[in-house]
């Protein structure tokens, strides 16, 4: 029995959704593009999005082609407009967008909290202009190699550190478990959430920073840490635990982008921690009482 509340509208806009981002590192860019065009126009027409939601779209891809080619002071006002503008939409305060459920309340086992999870169309569709301007995504064996390489060492602290802080302070605790929904949650998860933070967070946020702070000492450890923490504030519908433990987690995704200069990498980093945690620990957290 299927725990996916997804009708047919829905699983083709999924379905198109997770082809377009996968497509920006398998496919020529052009078929991206057109992949995105089709998104939009089943956003349109299932209404997922609005006029207004696409106005916004067209204003963020055209402050980031300005950006891109802006100089000094403009562009850093430029870059701190789009920052704040894409943080409140993917934040949902926005109007435009409708998302929707996937899953509702969702026992993934005896003594977790109910899960439920949502397709965030407004943060798909603009974390996607983010990727479609990236322009150095992986495009050889060589890039991968370098992405994955730095990844063990960087995957067991990170696991050590945010899991086992969630473990004392009783968030979590052992759970060994093959859940029935991940054939849905793998997808949405590493492409629909980890590639859209990542390319905002990392991507955007602490690579831009990175490069205004580069005539500083440890300028690098400053964007960082910058990126952290605006990613753990992110999170605060979680409460206080789930922003201290989402901050732990974008240092550590955060490092392994400066250590490969490669999103992947933080992509990676973010969905195989997501990836431990749903499979072997209560998930999304421990049932309390």
């Known amino acids: 029995m299927t725990t996916s509340l997804m009708g047919n509208a829905q699983l083709l806009f999924f379905c198109t959704l997770i ?45 980031l082609s300005t950006y891109y080619r802006a100089t000094s002071i403009s562009k850093s006002v430029l870059g701190v407009s789009l920052a704040v503008f894409i943080f409140v939409i993917y934040l949902h305060f926005i109007p435009g967008f409708h998302n929707f459920m996937i899953v509702d309340k969702f026992q993934v086992s005896p ?48 696991c050590a550190l945010l899991l086992g802080t969630a473990f004392a302070m009783h968030y979590i605790r052992i759970d060994l478990k093959l859940p029935a929904i991940l054939w849905w949650w793998i997808p949405t ?60 987690a974008g240092m550590g995704y955060g490092y392994v982008f400066v250590r490969s200069n490669r999103i992947e990498a933080s992509i990676m980093l973010h969905f195989l921690v997501n990836l431990i945690h749903i499979l072997a620990f209560s998930y999304p957290s421990l049932m309390r009482g």
């Open 111 to 158: 003594n977790s909290t109910p899960y439920s999870s949502y397709i965030n169309v407004d943060k798909v569709m603009v974390g996607s202009i983010l990727l479609l301007f990236y322009s150095s995504l992986n495009g050889s064996l060589k890039e991968w190699k370098i992405s994955l390489r730095v990844l063990p060492l960087p995957l067991l602290i990170v």
């Open 189 to 248: 998860n590493l492409l629909l959430v980890c590639a859209m933070e990542e390319i905002f967070y990392r991507g955007f946020i602490q690579k831009e920073f990175t490069k205004a702070f580069s005539s500083y000492k440890k300028g690098n450890w400053f964007a960082l840490t910058i990126a952290a923490l605006i990613f753990g504030a992110s999170h605060y519908t979680g409460g206080i635990p789930y922003i201290i433990l989402s901050t732990l």
């Open 19 to 63: 082809m377009t981002i996968a497509s920006c590192w398998i496919a020529p860019r052009w078929i991206s593009y057109l992949g995105y065009a089709l998104s939009c126009g089943l956003a349109y027409w299932y209404q997922y999005a609005e006029g207004l939601g696409f106005i916004y779209l067209i204003l963020i891809a055209l402050m």
